[in-house]
Structures are given as structure tokens and as C-alpha cells.
């Protein structure tokens, strides 16, 4: 089959080839912001993982460095797994992370790994001490679900990390909890931090957020409130659904508890940093911008053949700066303003109606690879279908029977992206407002690659999650990063956020067309959109 190459990507993190996954270990050293990823240097699809390093003066342009940890002691040669830094008393990062040990049964080690150079702002060489491992797969840990450190904290007298695991013979997710004095001994706990019944916990991470609505980040250690410290946050990665969860909670650092301030939130009510294709990300404090930054993996979904015919899979999103919501009940992320550097020239519209049925195209720019923003104001929530409680926790599943092209009351509104001229292939991403039993608007956000392509076998998962906005004034804001196989969108100013990867087959490079639309049955005003095309930044030298 033919792959086109106009479908890899422009301005998101990459390699110049080959598979990449989870991001590992991001951190900020001496002028410099450090990837660290899961990478197979010989091929597309997953396997002979090592971590491969890449340093950035602003999170956007990357530089390539040679691998940084590959399998070379006994307890990691068969592979390498994630991981995360962690900045010593004495400024020296420290690198945790999980080691195989074994070929056929995957048992699951931590491992640390040092700076050989502690001076060097690029940490090319990273040594691992004679002390490892630094904890093993014991009595009530089970061996094959049993990984990914987080980065540590420290409170008291002891550093404090998390491993995620799986309680054995049952489907209990848990962040087991170690102690270390000295960074060298690690100590399980007795309890872990937190558990819930929801399988598997992959890639945990866990930090203090600051007050509600105020945007600037926590280092990790930081605690109470005279530290500016009002929750904290735990976040899984769940194996069985492949997508990212939070809950938001108090954390004791006496008692060594975290307790989510939604008792539910962990199994129902789920809140997710995005809704659609990333996983496995993690955060860290950025101390020049006082910011905490969230990177995450985003799969393909193209077929395998597709993947080793175009010789790469796999991307980091955007890096997103991450806070508290001003409600106090979620996050909110928002792409890290380094990205802005690549807009090139604006184009506007403004104050333009788009009735019932209709559509426009925003003309002047290629929009293959761009940056929009959009400001929606709805004329009125007259016609908002009622919203059928079943769905309450299922926005995928609302999204999925009522899809961009199913007219509704109050939307479906919202972009065409990736769109042929003939609109045969489009990638929608749109609202739709419903409202309650007691007149109380729903707001439905949807990202749908039903119609993104032409090409047949394409796995083109809808989908949506719901944005806690409100909207009684009849205004929603949508910006949607597209990036030839990515449409990575933000609605209402980062409260909903999901990335879909689309391959189109003719809407590719400067065949592809940028729409605004309205399915429903209600006015909508877009009344500021710009766009612009996005520059390509350095990457990796490819
Ligand atoms: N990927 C890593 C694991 C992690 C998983 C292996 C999550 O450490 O649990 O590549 O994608």
C-alpha cells in the first residue's frame, strides 16, 4: 500500500523514525528542558525499548542526543521501561525507572540511573550505581504488574515515590508508596497512597496544585497551604481503557493518604486530561516559568502495515501547561506558549452568522498545519435536545450515535478539519448543547474521524467527552491544533481537550480545507476565529 508522506506530522515531538511511546522523565536542567521517551531504534511497532533523549530551549524545537538509558545490568537487560526525574537536595537529577530482568516473564524491577556529569546541562551520560535495584516485586506485589516511578517528594525526613501495580488476584489498581532516607533504600509502605477497582494503574504521577483558577505550577515537593498548596493530584494511566485519569484529593503526609474529593471520581464520573488519543503522560515543574507541564504519548491509530510503511509511529502531543480550574472540580490545560513562536501570519473572520445547515470555509491560509482559535456564541438554548441520563458517564458513547452529521437543536456546531475539497473527508470537532431535566444546558464535546479518510481498514474511534462551561450566555471558545495526522483540539479554554489521529487519503498538504459548520437547528455567531499557519520548528533533525 501506498503511506503517504505528507501524513507525518509537522510541529509535534517526533523522531526522524521508528516507534515511540510514553515520554519519560521530563525535566528542566541548567538551561535546557530534557524528553526522555520509550523508543525502538529498529523499527515501527513496539519493542527493544530504550529511552531515547532529546533537549529543547523552549519545548517546541528539539535536538536529538544519543540514547540515555539502554538495558546493560541484570536486573534491566531485557528491557527498559518508563520512568520519571527527580531533582536531588544537591541539584543532581535522578532518574528511576523499570528494568526487566527475565526474557520470557515480564518481572518488574526499579532501577535508578545518575548523571556520569553532573555539569553538563545536557545529561548525555547516565550511569547506573552498583546499589540497584531499588525495589523488587515482593510478598503482595504482582511481578508483572509492577512499574513506572513516579518522580519523588520529599516531606520530613524521607523522599516518597509511587510505583503502579495491580494487587494480585484481583483487579485492584494501586500507587504503592516507598520511603527512602537517602534515595539508595527504598521502604514499601505498609499501605499504598491510594487504590481503586479499576485495573491496572500505569505510568502514576502525583502533585500539589495550587489555588483554584491561579495558573502557575507547584514543585513537587511543595506542601500546606503556606506553601500555596490547595490539592493535590493523582493520575493513572488504566491499561484497560487506554485512556488517562485524574482525581483531585487531599493528600496527609503524616498519615501518607491521598483521599479524591469526588468518592466516585476514580471509577465513575472519571475525569480524563483528554478524551481521545494519549496516554501515558506525566508532568513536571518547569522553576524558570513557574508553570507544571503535562506531556502525554499519542498512538497511531493507522494500521500496523500503514505504521512500517511509513517507517515511524507514535508523537508527543503539544506540551500543555496544566493548573486548577477556577471551580476547583478539574484541571484546565492550555498548549504551553512557546508554540505561538511558529504562528505565522493571522487570518481572521469575525462576527460571521452561520445558519442552520450551513457552512463556510476560512480561506487564506493552508490550514494542513495550523493553529485555530475559535470564539462560538449561540443565538439561544431554545432547542437544546433533552439529554438522556444514561449517558451521563458515557459522553464517547452520546457522541457516537449523535455524530457531526445527526442535526440536532443546539449544534452539532463547531469545525471541519482536514476536509477534501469535496468535503468527501472531513475530521468534525464540535459542541453539541443538550439540557437536563431541570432546564440546565449539557455541553457535549466531540472530536469525529468517522468521515476523516477515505482509506479502508482505518480504525476512526469517535471521540467526546463533556465541558464543564458555562454557556447561558451563549458563548464557547474551541482551538484545535492540526498537524497533518493530528487534530489536537481544546475546548472552552482547556477544560475539555482531545487529540484524534486522522490519516486522510486526499485532504493532505494544500488539498487540505478548513470549514466552519452548523447541524443545528439555532443561529451560531462565530464571533472571532483566527488561524494561522504553523512554521516547523527543529526536530530531531528530521
Ligand atoms: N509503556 C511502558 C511501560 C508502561 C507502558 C513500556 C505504558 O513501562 O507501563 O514501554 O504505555
Known amino acids: 500500500s501506498i503511506v503517504s508522506p505528507l501524513l507525518r506530522t509537522g510541529y509535534h515531538f517526533q523522531p526522524p523514525m521508528n516507534w515511540i511511546n510514553d515520554p519519560n522523565g521530563p525535566l528542566y536542567y541548567k538551561g535546557w528542558y530534557h524528553l526522555f521517551y520509550q523508543y525502538n531504534p529498529k523499527g515501527a511497532v513496539w519493542g527493544n525499548i530504550i529511552w531515547a533523549h532529546s533537549v529543547s530551549r523552549d519545548l517546541i524545537n528539539w535536538i536529538a542526543l544519543e540514547p540515555a538509558i539502554s538495558p546493560s545490568i541484570p536486573t534491566d537487560q531485557y528491557g527498559v521501561w518508563s520512568g520519571s526525574t527527580t531533582i536531588l537536595h544537591d541539584g543532581t537529577p535522578a532518574i528511576l525507572y523499570t528494568g526487566i530482568d527475565r526474557p520470557s516473564v515480564n518481572y518488574q524491577i526499579q532501577n535508578i540511573a545518575l548523571p556520569k556529569n553532573a555539569s553538563d546541562p545536557l545529561l548525555r551520560e547516565w550511569y547506573k550505581p552498583g546499589y540497584n535495584p531499588i525495589a523488587v516485586p515482593m510478598a503482595g506485589i504482582n511481578a508483572t504488574q509492577f512499574r513506572d516511578p513516579t518522580t519523588a517528594w520529599f516531606a520530613g525526613r524521607h523522599w516518597r515515590m509511587l510505583v503502579g501495580g495491580l494487587r494480585p488476584g484481583t483487579l485492584r489498581g494501586e500507587a504503592i508508596l516507598y520511603r527512602s532516607r ?6 514499601r509502605a505498609k499501605h499504598p497512597l491510594h487504590s481503586a477497582l479499576t485495573g491496572m494503574w500505569e505510568c502514576p504521577d502525583f502533585f500539589p496544585v495550587g489555588k483554584a483558577g491561579v495558573e502557575n505550577g507547584l514543585d513537587t515537593s511543595e506542601y500546606g497551604a503556606a506553601a500555596g498548596v490547595e490539592k493535590h493530584v493523582l493520575k493513572n494511566s488504566l491499561d484497560l481503557t ?3 485519569y ?8 503524616v498519615k501518607e493518604r491521598y483521599v479524591p474529593d469526588n468518592p466516585t471520581g476514580d471509577v465513575y464520573q472519571r475525569l ?5 488519543n494519549f496516554y501515558a503522560s506525566k508532568t513536571f515543574f518547569d522553576p524558570v516559568k513557574h508553570r507544571r507541564i503535562l506531556l502525554g504519548w499519542a498512538n497511531e491509530s493507522d494500521s500496523v502495515a500503514h505504521d512500517k510503511a511509513k517507517g515511524w509511529a507514535g508523537i508527543q502531543a503539544i506540551p500543555r501547561k496544566i493548573w486548577l480550574d477556577p471551580s476547583g472540580k478539574q484541571l484546565v490545560q492550555w498548549p504551553v506558549e512557546e508554540l505561538e513562536k511558529l504562528r505565522g501570519k493571522p487570518v481572521n473572520v469575525g462576527d460571521k452568522v452561520v445558519k442552520p445547515g450551513q457552512h463556510f470555509e476560512v480561506t487564506g491560509l493552508q490550514s494542513y498545519q495550523s493553529d485555530v482559535e475559535v470564539s462560538f ?10 439529554f438522556d441520563p444514561a449517558y451521563s458517564n458515557d459522553a464517547q458513547k452520546l457522541c457516537g450515535i449523535k455524530g457531526a452529521d445527526v442535526k440536532g437543536g443546539v449544534g452539532p456546531f463547531g469545525l471541519w478539519v482536514l476536509a477534501s475539497a469535496d468535503l468527501a473527508e472531513k475530521t468534525a470537532v464540535f459542541f453539541r448543547v443538550f439540557k437536563d431535566g431541570y432546564g440546565k444546558p449539557i455541553v457535549l464535546m466531540c472530536s469525529d474521524p468517522t468521515k476523516s479518510s477515505l ?6 474511534p469517535t471521540f467526546a467527552g463533556f465541558v ?3 454557556i447561558s450566555s451563549g458563548k464557547i471558545s474551541l482551538r484545535s491544533l492540526i498537524d497533518r495526522s493530528v487534530v489536537e483540539s481544546f475546548g472552552a479554554g482547556g477544560k475539555t481537550c482531545i487529540l484524534s489521529r486522522v490519516y486522510p487519503s486526499m485532504a493532505l498538504g494544500k488539498d487540505a480545507h478548513l470549514h466552519v459548520f452548523n447541524n443545528g437547528e439555532t443561529d451560531i455567531k462565530v464571533s472571532k476565529l483566527t488561524a494561522w499557519e504553523m512554521k516547523r520548528p527543529l526536530m530531531n533533525g528530521a
Open 182 to 187: 537517602d534515595f539508595k533504600h527504598w521502604v
Open 242 to 244: 487506554r485512556y488517562d
Open 246 to 253: 485524574y482525581t483531585i484529593g487531599t493528600y496527609d503526609n
Open 272 to 276: 480524563q486530561y483528554d478524551y481521545g
Open 377 to 386: 456564541e449561540v443565538s439561544s438554548l431554545d432547542k437544546a435536545e433533552p
Open 455 to 460: 482509506t479502508p481498514d482505518l480504525y476512526k
Open 468 to 470: 464543564d462551561t458555562d
